[in-house]
């Protein structure tokens, strides 16, 4: 069964400064791959998804994630960090183009300092 | 993207109670989908909840404990029965939309937050 990982439980970060956040899966095949974010409060939002073609995928609010293949990984990254950002970031991958059951990572809480 | 409205956005529960939460689409879907996620953990798939017939249940969670209703396209609700402090989460709905590429793409609710006490 495929799996996820995402080592940093909580990262925080200045405002302004870049940031990543790593998530590896485990799957013999390519997968289908998810950012979510889940501010306080709030249901899970997607940020962005990998499906195929092009491994650098451009998302909302400014987020990118490159999927690399030869790591098995999926990471997160923005250049530049708004307070707005804080909040938690779950990676989830599917392994049917359906899509309809995603097993999540155990999320990365991102605090932002001023 | 499908609108998820979820009711009660938060409640507080005494052990032995039952609490229904219920699900609102905006749009006809076929599948719903019912998640919990407990305190500091990921989300867990509980269900896929289907019109016109059973749900769906996962390993380890049985109708008995979360009975599901989907009388229609748009609707569905969660039961959460005999409470313990264990069920204590947010549960979250969600459905599949359909992306500009072709692919699903799973969109959820804002969740239930339930406290046991």
């Known amino acids: 069964a495929q799996s996820v990982t995402q080592p940093d439980i909580h990262i925080t970060v200045s405002e302004g400064a870049s940031l990543e956040l790593r998530c590896n899966y485990s799957?013999?095949?390519?997968?289908?791959l998810f950012w979510y974010v889940q501010s306080p409060g709030q249901g899970l939002q997607l940020l962005l998804k990998?499906?195929?073609?092009?491994?650098l995928v451009q998302g909302i609010k400014g987020f990118e994630a490159e999927f690399k293949r030869s790591q098995s990984s999926f990471n997160l990254r923005k250049p530049s960090v708004h307070w707005s950002d804080a909040a938690e970031y779950f990676c989830?991958?599917?392994?049917?183009?359906?899509?309809?059951?995603?097993?999540f990572g155990t999320g990365t809480r991102l605090t932002i300092i001023p | 993207s499908a609108v998820i409205s979820q009711k009660p956005s938060r409640d507080i529960c005494q052990r032995g109670t039952s609490l229904t939460i219920q699900c609102q689409v905006d749009?006809?879907?076929?599948?719903m989908f019912w998640y919990r996620q407990q305190p500091g953990q990921s989300l867990t798939l509980i269900a896929t909840?289907?019109?016109?017939?059973?749900?769906?249940?996962e390993s380890g969670f049985v109708i008995d404990k979360f009975p599901i209703s989907r009388p229609n396209l748009t609707f569905s609700t969660l039961t959460v029965s005999n409470m313990s402090p264990e069920d204590s989460s947010i549960y979250l709905c969600?459905?599949?939309?359909?992306?500009?590429?072709?692919?699903?793409?799973?969109?959820f609710g804002a969740g239930s937050r339930l406290t046991v006490l």
């Open positions: 989830a991958v599917s392994t049917n183009f359906g899509n309809e059951k995603l097993t």
């Open positions: 799957y013999g095949a390519t997968p289908y």
């Open positions: 990998y499906f195929s073609g092009d491994t």
């Open positions: 909840a289907n019109q016109g017939s059973e749900a769906t249940y």
């Open positions: 749009s006809q879907v076929t599948m």
């Open positions: 969600s459905v599949l939309d359909r992306s500009r590429s072709g692919a699903n793409v799973l969109t």
